[in-house]
């Protein structure tokens, strides 16, 4: 998994930093192509980085969550993406659905944060790479509703990619209506952002 | 985690062969006490084996999925698990509820096995351990559902053990009535897979 940094100009402080996590490991995952999309089309202040994990496995780097090994301090893996959602204004996900479900390695990663609090509060949009994938939408925002993190409804879109693989180069450059409907996303994640900071 | 196989009298074959799954990791989970407990009420003819995985940590001990990863052959963890479901003639999962949903792993060892078909007509019932999980039980079902799998409703119990720590010993001598609804719920199960093989 690549990490996509899009800095704003040389030296700024960049007004908003987005963690884009994937739910898929495949390397030709579309839903991972539409954040790195995402990354790429975000505007000047806004910094996109795609959650790589300890190992470069995204989600899959976090071990099977239990309770039991939840101590002080951390495990590494845990630490490094605890770490990334408390230095991140606001969440993207994209998953895909399996089995009527979220995928299990993207659930486990959010076991690992239900008691650390991470997402409490936290502005989340979720991005869908397929319009079918209703039942893990549903359960997705069933979980981030009860871990108390924020839902950005209006920034929760769909730009269905599915049938052959495209890298976010295809996506933005060949779909205007695509890039337009991730740009709109990402300024309702701004405009909820910036309520939050000058609150 | 520790394998339980109550064996049929000595060089008769057992006539099922339950594989019992834990969605939960820790130590002291009432999930696996449940499975235990079912391991000790089973009938004679009826073996329980509580799924222990490659390397003891059960559901844990699958690799996060990958379909990169879903070669010929299979890793040596998703074969493990793979083939524990094809030697069995029903499953019997229990698991906690994290956030509203299924335990990420679990739902982890589950995607590995959507493709595969090791589910598809195999008996399942489903125990737990809370009255409370009602969004993990209905997930589950679902999840169950579309891979094919065969829900046993009448098999499908709530044997309440929150709130403390309890091993099987406890459950089953302490709690004249949770042992029946074990026994009952081992039964229906057995139904069930006496119908399939002789059909």
Redesign the interface.
Same mark, same amino acid.
């Given at each position: 998994m690549t990490t996509v940094i899009i800095e704003a100009s040389e030296g700024d402080e960049p007004i908003m930093r987005v963690l884009a996590i994937s739910g898929s &490991?495949?390397?030709?995952s579309t839903n991972s192509a539409l954040l790195r999309a995402a990354a790429v089309a975000a505007p000047e202040d806004v910094t996109v980085t795609i959650f790589a994990g300890s190992d470069g496995?995204g989600?899959?780097s &976090?071990?099977?969550?239990?309770?039991?090994e939840d101590g002080d301090p951390a495990l590494p893996a845990v630490k490094d993406f605890r770490d990334a959602l408390t230095a991140a204004d606001a969440v993207v996900i994209a998953c895909p659905e399996?089995?009527?479900?979220?995928?299990?390695?993207?659930?486990?990663?959010?076991?690992w944060v239900?008691a650390s609090g991470e997402m409490v509060d936290k502005p989340v949009a979720l991005l869908h790479a397929s319009s079918r994938s209703t039942?893990a939408r549903e359960?997705l925002t069933?979980?981030l509703?009860?871990?108390s993190a924020r839902l950005i409804e209006e920034a929760s879109v769909t730009v269905p990619l599915t049938g052959k693989t495209l890298d976010e180069a295809e996506v933005i450059l060949e779909r205007p209506e695509s890039l337009a409907v991730l740009r709109s996303a990402l300024a309702a994640i701004e405009a909820v952002v910036a309520v939050s900071t000058t609150q």
């Open positions: &490991l495949r390397a030709a496995r989600v899959g &976090l071990p099977p969550f239990n309770p039991d399996y089995a009527h479900g979220v995928p299990g390695a993207l659930k486990n990663a959010l076991d239900v039942y359960a069933e979980i509703t009860v871990i």
